[in-house]
């Protein structure tokens, strides 16, 4: 029967670690049409996986389907993200490939999802089954803070041009998800539109103990369908 790979039990202790509390935001590399990188730092949801194949985990993150990352997810579908946490002193590089679920209320071709290469095997999996990608984007929204949600429901995409700080005061603060009144719903709507699933798929997985002397390191190679691990110098 297939079992997880060792390293999402290595993040959930390091996540449990009384010291680490908090500590769910990692920094997200993609590459654009001209090779040139870009990080961001973005917040861990949770972990899913395929129905049956906890072998094939994903890492659950969103984003503002506006945003420069998903036209570059677009062109190149690998990423790299970097998480560290200082209570453990664990540091994890996680290698793999990202899809984007967007609204299909977004404009245009920002409706449409990233494609998902023949490699990704946890994505194709979901693709293959009856998986509600929308019911999950969805789950992910409703669970955000009203004040979360409003990051949503800022005018332009973030990274735009602001002319002044005081544009900013007359942007929705808050976004309940039981609207009181027009203009609650108008910016619901909008904040929903706007929000995407983003899935992480790791291919490899480079986790890196500081926190024991002597300090170690084990590289998880994903062959195939299948998990190797290498002991490394850290």
Same mark, same amino acid.
């Given at each position: 029967?297939?079992?997880?790979?060792?390293?999402?039990?290595?993040?959930?202790?390091?996540?449990?670690?009384? $010291?680490?509390?908090?500590?769910?935001?990692?920094?997200?590399?993609?590459?654009?049409?001209?090779?040139?990188?870009?990080?961001?730092?973005?917040?861990?949801?949770?972990?899913?996986?395929?129905?049956?194949?906890? $072998?094939?985990?994903?890492?659950?993150?969103?984003? $503002?389907?506006?945003?420069?990352?998903?036209?570059?997810?677009?062109?190149?579908?690998?990423?790299?993200?970097?998480?560290?946490?200082?209570?453990?002193?664990?540091?994890?590089?996680?290698?793999?490939?990202?899809?984007?679920?967007?609204?299909?209320?977004?404009?245009?071709?920002?409706?449409?999802?990233?494609?998902?290469?023949?490699?990704?095997?946890?994505?194709?999996?979901?693709?293959?089954?009856?998986?509600?990608?929308?019911?999950?984007?969805?789950?992910?929204?409703?669970?955000?803070?009203?004040?979360?949600?409003?990051?949503?429901?800022?005018?332009?995409?973030?990274?735009?041009?602001?002319?002044?700080?005081?544009?900013?005061?007359?942007?929705?603060?808050?976004?309940?998800?039981?609207?009181?009144?027009?203009?609650?719903?108008?910016?619901?709507?909008?904040?929903?539109?706007?929000?995407?699933?983003?899935?992480?798929?790791?291919?490899?997985? $480079?986790?890196?103990?500081?926190?024991?002397?002597?300090?170690? !390191?084990?590289?998880?190679? !994903?062959?195939?369908?299948?998990?190797?691990?290498?002991?490394?110098?850290?």
């Amino acid at each position: 029967m297939a079992s997880a790979p060792r390293w999402v039990e290595a993040i959930n202790k390091a996540l449990s670690h009384p $010291d680490n509390k908090g500590k769910i935001i990692y920094q997200v590399a993609t590459v654009d049409a001209s090779t040139a990188p870009h990080a961001r730092s973005q917040v861990h949801r949770a972990f899913m996986n395929p129905e049956g194949r906890p $072998d094939l985990p994903l890492l659950v993150t969103s984003t $503002d389907v506006r945003t420069p990352k998903v036209a570059q997810l677009r062109v190149n579908q690998r990423v790299e993200l970097a998480w560290w946490m200082e209570g453990s002193q664990d540091q994890f590089r996680i290698s793999g490939f990202a899809h984007i679920h967007p609204s299909p209320a977004a404009p245009g071709d920002a409706s449409q999802p990233t494609p998902i290469p023949a490699e990704a095997a946890a994505l194709k999996a979901l693709e293959a089954t009856t998986f509600d990608w929308e019911a999950k984007r969805l789950e992910i929204f409703n669970k955000m803070s009203p004040s979360m949600r409003a990051s949503w429901c800022v005018p332009r995409a973030p990274g735009s041009k602001l002319d002044s700080y005081e544009e900013q005061k007359k942007w929705p603060r808050e976004v309940p998800l039981e609207p009181q009144n027009g203009e609650d719903e108008k910016n619901l709507e909008m904040a929903k539109s706007n929000f995407a699933l983003m899935l992480i798929e790791p291919i490899s997985v $480079d986790w890196v103990e500081l926190g024991i002397q002597p300090n170690r !390191r084990t590289i998880f190679t !994903r062959e195939g369908e299948k998990w190797t691990e290498q002991l490394a110098i850290p």
